[in-house]
């Protein structure tokens, strides 16, 4: 083999762990964000509301968030690899579930199980790209998030071509086989990447079984992270974007087709909030450059004001609404590198699977709220005052963000003065 032949090979094995990893991304939002671009057929099929369907969806979100917390603490006692796979196979078998023709009850298990199999994921995948591209945290989850966004760019193309043929089965079906086959190249070709960076960066308090703690599971450890109080502040943070932008995901689709658009054009519309999704590796490496939370808060400035639009423009034309999900998903997307780059960086080493996983339990929880309190909303009020409310909450993030900001210039002492960890 040449050098320059040798040379290519190295560059892309060194970006394994990142391209199995995001793969499995994009098939979690692929499969979560097929549920809203249904949600037209299933009221049809099924003969359900809105509020059933935002109930739902809000059952599925809230059993994705609750898996946050296990799914690290098991990564900090068992490695990161296993969960991940394990994830991969049981959102996979809810995918399975949903391939054939089914009763309403077996499609609310079927969404149940990709939840929960879905939720195992980015908890993970954020501590485990942290250790593996350490140097490059940001740059690495901008990657990771970009590549996993357009899952959210496939699954409203994909819904329109299987509800055109009459089969929405199908979508599952595939996504079932691509969960099995990433889950087996998850577990053979990222343990080796994983150790070689664990061999890099292994501390004494690290355990012998490739990095991963195995020390005895105390709550107490996890929970004392929120005596930081610019930790309590960005968990809120997070807590504001989390609710605005689930509330606003769930429904867009829905809320275009009752706003003037056609159903393929609505789905290519809402397609673009995904798409925009590049912007993420932009912030992602400016968050490394230029500092995190002021760029956080600009993002979310640019989310809340789109969010605003959308609750007052009423009917109007593809372009205008295109213009309004275009900066939504700037701003939306652009966040998110940011939050987790600061989650990964504040915890201490020894309980950094169960501290991410416990603030992502939190903020996703409160999120999984929202597809039911804007159901309700939109069938009692409209859109405009449901989008309203989620407007007001992304932009009671930017707030937080900046309060967190100047908290954080007049904190000196690190979490590992109240987790009695290594600072990150």
């Known amino acids: 083999m040449t050098n320059r032949a040798w040379n290519r090979l190295s560059s892309v094995s060194e970006y394994d762990t990142l391209l199995l990893t995001a793969g499995i991304w994009f098939l979690a939002k692929f499969l979560r964000f097929s549920f809203p671009a249904l949600f037209p ?30 799914s690290g603490v098991l990564a900090d006692r068992f490695g990161a690899v296993q969960v991940i796979a394990v994830g991969a196979v049981l959102a996979a078998a809810g995918a399975l579930v ?28 954020i501590r485990l790209l942290s250790r593996v591209y350490s140097e490059r945290t940001g740059r690495a989850l901008g ?55 664990d061999a890099e960066s292994a501390s004494a308090a690290s355990a012998t079984d490739g990095g991963e703690s195995t020390g005895s599971f105390e709550p107490r450890r996890y929970l004392a992270l929120f005596r930081s109080r610019r930790f309590t502040l960005f968990v809120g943070v997070t807590v504001c974007f989390s609710f605005a932008y689930n509330g606003v995901v769930a429904f867009l689709p829905l809320y275009l087709t009752t706003h003037g658009l056609s159903d393929s054009t609505a789905s290519l519309v809402y397609s673009l909030l995904f798409a925009v999704s590049l912007v993420q590796i932009l912030t992602g490496d400016l968050s490394d450059r230029i500092g995190r939370l002021p ?89 405009g005052v449901a989008f309203g409310l989620l407007a007001v909450t992304m932009a009671g993030g930017a707030l937080l963000a900046g309060v967190t900001a100047l908290v954080e210039r007049r904190v000196t002492s690190p979490l590992s003065d109240v987790t009695g960890g290594d600072p990150r």
Do not use: C
């Not at 939720?119 to 993970?124: A, Q």
């Open 41 to 70: 057929t299933f009221r049809t099929e099924f003969g359900v509301s809105n509020a059933f369907l935002g109930g739902v969806f809000t059952a599925t979100m809230l059993g994705y968030s609750l898996m946050q917390f296990p």
């Open 98 to 125: 949903l391939g054939f023709h089914i009763p309403l009850v077996v499609l609310i298990v079927g969404m149940l199980l990709v939840g929960l199999g879905t939720g195992v994921h980015k908890t993970v995948a």
């Open 143 to 197: 990657l990771f998030d970009t590549l996993g966004a357009f899952g959210g760019v496939a699954a409203p193309t994909a819904v329109l071509f299987v509800t055109g043929i009459g089969n929405w089965h199908a979508l599952f079906l595939v996504g079932a086989a691509m969960g099995l086959l990433l889950a087996a190249g998850v577990l053979v070709y990222v343990p080796r990447r994983r150790e070689s960076a």
């Open 295 to 383: 760029l956080a808060m600009a993002v979310l400035a640019v989310a809340a004001g789109a969010l605003g639009a959308l609750s007052v423009v009423g009917n109007a034309s593809a372009l205008v609404f295109g213009a309004i999900v275009v900066a939504l998903g700037l701003g939306s997307h652009g966040f998110r590198p940011i939050r987790g780059a600061y989650l990964a960086a504040s915890i201490p080493e020894d309980v950094a699977g169960g501290g991410l996983g416990i603030a992502r339990t939190i903020l996703m929880g409160v999120g999984a709220l929202a597809p039911a309190v804007v159901g309700v909303l939109s069938d009692a009020a409209g859109f």
